[in-house]
């Protein structure tokens, strides 16, 4: 398959509200997991040779240091964004959150540097997304896109400009930097 069209969807066994094709995911979370496994193992190292080199670690101590490594991987993991079938899911550490995406009742954007998309469907099911996740991940875009359009037709929806206002921002963003490469700009 080429780099750049979308892969047909992937199958997932049914496992009850959320079964269904994943069409889109976070593209960017393979490097930020990347991450959230690099600074607590570089912390424990780090740590463990410190204390071995000053010749005080004992069996409690590693056990202390593996605790703080363990809890800063547990607040640095990414959750996992996945959407199709008409749902976005957002599968955290604990718990996986899930939203209709064509049943929306609504969206806004909350925060200042760390944006956050809040979505709220007719059911009561309530996500919170990075909404930098969603701007970098062109089939969240359009699965998110796609479902807020169809909230707002069937009239659940009364503004979907926070859903769909970033998208196309993101999408003229990609477009302004192909024709800037290309020279057409």
């Not at 969240?140 to 859903?163: C, I, Q």
């Amino acid at each position: 398959m080429q780099r750049g069209y979308p892969s047909p969807p992937i199958r997932r066994p049914s496992r009850g509200r959320g079964a269904g094709p994943v069409r889109g995911s976070d593209r960017d979370r393979p490097a930020r997991l990347r991450l959230a496994l690099a600074l607590p193992g570089a912390l424990l190292a780090t740590a463990l040779a410190l204390d071995a080199a000053a010749g005080s670690l004992t069996m409690p101590r590693a056990l202390l240091w593996t605790g703080l490594a363990a809890a800063l991987f547990a607040v640095l993991l990414p959750p996992r964004i996945t959407a199709g079938g008409g749902r976005l899911a957002v599968r955290t550490l604990l718990r996986t959150r899930r939203v209709r995406i064509d049943h929306l009742v609504g969206a806004r954007l909350v925060g200042g540097t760390d944006r956050r998309l809040v979505l709220r469907d007719d059911a009561g099911g309530r996500v919170e997304v990075d909404a930098a996740a969603v701007a970098e991940s062109p089939f969240l875009r359009h699965e998110l896109d796609a479902g807020a359009r169809r909230s707002h037709t069937a009239g659940l929806l009364a503004d979907p400009s926070a859903v769909c206002g970033p998208a196309a921002a993101a999408d003229t963003a990609q477009a302004r930097a192909l024709f800037r490469a290309s020279g057409l700009e």
